[in-house]
Nanobody
């Protein structure tokens, strides 16, 4: 499956953005999908996951500010990001089909989020 992420932009601190990830085929059979991010000079970190049928997980750094969701009918997942901080600046990647705690079968290209005044 191919994943296409979009929605990255320049936003001021305290602002909001919604990232979207469109899959090239049905995601109804994909158990877990998620979002990673990689800030300049840092490792790539898991931000949030959504499990088919319910269930979400979040990194401690984004809990209460970010919300992940999925729409199986549209073959898309989303990341609503509120109260953005400069530390959220990163390239965000959507992923699909988790094979272990740290490995995924499918990665999308990144979309850049810059939080700055």
């Amino acid at each position: 499956v191919q994943l296409q992420a979009s929605g990255g932009d320049l936003v001021q601190p305290g602002g909001s953005l919604r990232l979207s990830c469109a899959a090239s085929r049905s995601i109804s059979s994909i158990g877990t999908m998620g979002w990673y991010r990689q800030a300049p000079g840092k490792q790539r970190d898991l931000v949030a996951t959504t499990i088919n049928g319910g269930g979400t997980t979040y990194a401690d750094s984004v809990k209460g500010r970010f919300t992940i969701s999925r729409d199986n009918a549209k073959n898309m997942i989303f990341l609503q990001m509120n109260s953005l901080e400069p530390e959220d600046t990163a390239v965000y990647y959507c992923v699909a089909q988790r094979t272990s705690l740290t490995t995924w079968n499918y990665w999308g290209q990144g979309t850049l989020v810059t939080v700055s005044s």
